[in-house]
């Protein structure tokens, strides 16, 4: 910006403007994030997290991590320093999922701690009721934050593959149940339908970007379209 000072010289100041990105991963490590065994969801979430934070860390941005389940179990703010960086790996490492689930409370403990106008990530099977977490993602977007929601099934979720009796377990504490797979599976398929289908609107009236994701999918590949 140019100025006439009062000794009639020409001053030339210049302002850099502040393009370092601080971004909060935050990941759902509640007991249904524990499905699938060898391929669980939870193993997914954490490469996924990983591996954002690596991309975002490398370009200089600030990364800082959230662990949710019921409540705010964790909160780690940006910071684009190498050993932060390391600090959220470990933590990503040790991370076990565990114990009840919902991220909409979580969601909303974490907002008024979250940076405005950065980037906010979530993964999340979106186990719970949708108005409740779509309220939290609400409080998040009122950051002016950039809110992205990563739906991350496994491909037995989505497929239900199950047949004959089967006894499935509560993994976040309700009681087992002895059921028809075969008499079940349509009843599922639809509520699951309409589960996604509520989430997706709810997401385009928020402005939040929403990608699904399995478990088995390749998280190099899903993490070079969403920067694309």
């Known amino acids: 910006i140019a100025i006439t000072a009062r000794s009639d010289r020409l001053d030339v ?23 699938g065994g060898s391929e669980a969801k939870i193993d997914s979430a954490r490469t996924l997290a990983a591996g954002l934070a690596a ?11 959230a662990v949710l389940g019921g409540s705010l179990r964790s909160y780690l703010p940006p910071s684009a320093s190498p050993a932060h960086l390391i600090a959220v790996l470990e933590r990503l490492q040790d991370l076990r999922a565990e ?7 979580a969601l909303a403990s974490l907002a008024p701690r979250l940076p405005r106008r950065g980037l906010f990530v979530l993964i999340t099977d979106a186990c719970e009721d949708t108005g409740s977490l ?21 491909e037995d979720e989505g497929g239900f593959p199950f047949a004959g009796d089967v006894r499935f377990l509560g993994l976040e ?14 009843w599922y398929l639809r509520a699951l339908a309409a589960h996604r ?19 088995d ?11 694309r």
């Open 197 to 215: 289908a509520e989430l997706a609107a709810g997401c385009r009236a928020a402005r939040i970007d929403l990608r699904g994701f399995r478990a």
């Open 13 to 35: 100041r210049l302002y850099e403007e502040e393009s370092q990105l601080r971004a909060v991963i935050a990941i759902d490590a509640s007991g249904s994030m524990g499905y």
């Open 217 to 227: 999918d390749d998280v190099a590949l899903a993490i070079a379209d969403a920067l």
């Open 55 to 65: 991309v975002l860390s490398r370009h200089g941005d600030a990364v800082g991590l």
């Open 99 to 105: 114990g009840p689930g919902g991220c909409g409370e």
């Open 173 to 186: 504490g309700e009681p087992s149940l002895a059921l028809d797979a075969d008499r079940v599976r349509p």
């Open 134 to 154: 779509l309220r939290g993602l609400r409080l998040v977007c009122a950051r002016r934050t950039d809110t992205r929601l990563w739906h991350l099934l496994h």
